[in-house]
């Protein structure tokens, strides 16, 4: 969702920085282009075809230690779900206090309009609504504070300059892999679960993107199946709390081209053999073990495949 507009060195295309008036105006585009495909869809294709379409929404778990750094946590998720508000809620829109924020810092900045672009009333209305099921794609949390003078702040992995706060993580989370953001957090799933039954009710939800990147050096690799073991135990323990969640889904079945990285990060359970001119596909232990959860539809089969250490 236009993600490089949002920092210096995200790493995602087109490789384009701009936060402070492009990212925005990204984001309501964006969801114009959703909704009036939705609606194309819903008119034309569902009634014969009988899919589902959504909205997939990227989304870090923020959270601050105290009671301050809790309010500007909360704050700042509001503007880490952006582009969830206007298709979810029950009013539409961006977020009320996200939208008075930006229109203040913009008139404080001299321009003469916000550079959160307004939804009109038939905006609002054209994309409220427009959901089958609440798409979730995540990989990792954040602790926020509120940002020091010397803090570099970029969006959307260590802070906004919007609000004042910074993004850092607790020193108990894992990252044993090889990109430098992914935090081991699976609590910060089920708080996002729990979240979105929360503020827009019992709806369907499917985790449409959740991975593990590592330099594929690892056979073995049980650190992948160890991370998607404690985030599918975090799913089951929302699905028993009554939340409506249908899907998961691993990011990615195979090693992929990701973005900047290119091919030095392995995010799949397939690996691919890029020394073999037909590009084998490899099946690792973690393909192994997520076979084995869909077959059995839980989340024990793991003493097979990992030591209970890891």
Request: glycine share 8%.
């Amino acid at each position: 969702m236009c993600a490089a507009a949002y920092g210096e060195n995200t790493g995602f295309a087109p490789g384009i920085s701009d936060p402070n008036y492009g990212a925005f105006l990204c984001a309501k585009n964006t969801l114009l282009a959703h909704a009036r495909a939705w609606r194309i869809y819903d008119v034309m294709f569902k009634p014969k075809h009988r899919g589902k379409v959504s909205i997939a929404n990227q989304i870090f778990w923020l959270e601050g230690k105290s009671e301050e750094e809790r309010k500007l946590g909360e704050l700042t998720y509001s503007l880490n779900v952006i582009y969830t508000y206007p298709v979810f809620s029950k009013n539409g829109g961006w977020p009320e206090e996200i939208e008075e924020i930006i229109a203040t810092n913009s008139k404080n900045e001299g321009f003469s309009f916000s550079r959160l672009p307004p939804f009109t009333t038939e905006e609002i209305n054209f994309v409220k609504g427009t959901y089958d099921f609440f798409g979730l794609n995540y990989y990792t949390s954040r602790v926020v504070r509120k940002a020091k003078m010397d803090d570099r702040l970029e969006w959307p992995f260590t802070g906004s300059q919007e609000l004042g706060s910074f993004l850092t993580v607790d020193a108990t989370w894992r990252n044993e892999n090889i990109v430098p953001w992914l935090y081991e957090y699976p609590i910060g799933l089920r708080r996002i679960l729990e979240w979105v039954k929360k503020e827009f009710g019992d709806i369907e939800i499917i985790v449409t993107e959740i991975g593990y990147g590592d330099g594929g050096e690892d056979e073995n690799d049980y650190n992948k199946i160890r991370y998607h073991n404690k985030h599918l135990e975090q799913v089951e323990l929302a699905i028993k709390a009554g939340i409506n969640v249908t899907g998961y889904t691993v990011w990615s079945l195979i090693d992929t081209f990701e973005w900047e990285s290119g091919n030095t990060v392995k995010f799949g359970l397939y690996k691919v053999d890029y020394d073999d001119p037909k590009r084998a596909r490899i099946p690792r232990p973690s393909a192994k073990f997520y076979a084995a959860v869909i077959q059995t539809r839980s989340c024990d089969v793991l003493h097979t495949y990992i030591n209970d250490e890891l």
